[in-house]
């Protein structure tokens, strides 16, 4: 596993990091805590030190199982979480994003991870507006000093959000988090470059663009009714899939389409880790070759 420098933060992290919105039990799988301890146990042979969740990944179900998998390998790890849809709340989703509710959010990801700190805090798919919220970047700033949180980052909703990019250095953030596949290479024609120039950490998420890069799926796939997939437009995933196939013919002889879908995410320079989802000890190790090309 080669390790890449997570911009201004200065961490080291592995080429190949772990995502885990599937822990929360939405992609058509129910894990059980001995299936996530033994992708963690696998995950530290394998050279991986970077895992990415979130509070929102069937309310902090992710979250706890990690808590778990980790409590005893901790300082090993760099743990990503983010915060602003807190869907188990009656409260409205615009209340989500204010500084007491956004603590309360974090404390409750501190208490399920079984951690003192999170290493990368990131504002979760916002809006322009309520990303400009300077009371919200105050709070967070005084988690920092307090040592809550180490880094703070910003997880655009899309790959276009240049105005969240730019604004970054100003509040203090570190470290975005973007789309970036084979199929949605959007980020490299303006936040990329702007990732570069402001020396921040860039995780690409989604790099087998929910599955399809994976060779596995043909046209007219059907996914389970508890897999996010089935939310989507039938002709979306169609034409995903399509391209997909496509695209996968330059996948050289003896190579999974999985390792080179997250290989082509590593071969641009601003890339510092991809966060491929996984569902098994097999994907995991697939995925994980990436790391080492």
Known sequence: MK????????LEVSAIGIGTWQL????????????????FARATALGINLVDTAECYGHHVSESFIGEALKNSRSQWVIATKFGHHRASDLPP????????????LEASLRALQTDYIDLYQFHSGTREQLDNDALWTMLDKQVQAGKVRFLGISIGQPNQLYQVDRATALGVS?????????NSKAADAVLPSCQRQDLGVLARVPLASGFLSGKY?????????????????????????QALDILQQVPAGMAPATWACHWCLQHPAISSVIPGIKSLEQLETNAAAGDL
């Open 94 to 105: 615009e209340a989500h994003w204010q500084p007491e509710q956004v603590l309360l959010q």
């Open 218 to 242: 043909q046209p007219g796939a059907q996914f389970p009714a508890d897999d996010v997939r089935a939310e989507r437009k039938p002709e979306v995933n169609e034409q995903q899939i399509t």
């Open 175 to 183: 470290v975005i988090q973007t789309i970036f596949n084979a199929i």
């Open 24 to 39: 929360g039990n939405q992609w058509g799988k129910q894990f059980t805590q001995g299936e996530v301890n033994d992708i």
């Open 3 to 10: 390790y890449r420098r997570l911009g201004k933060t200065g």
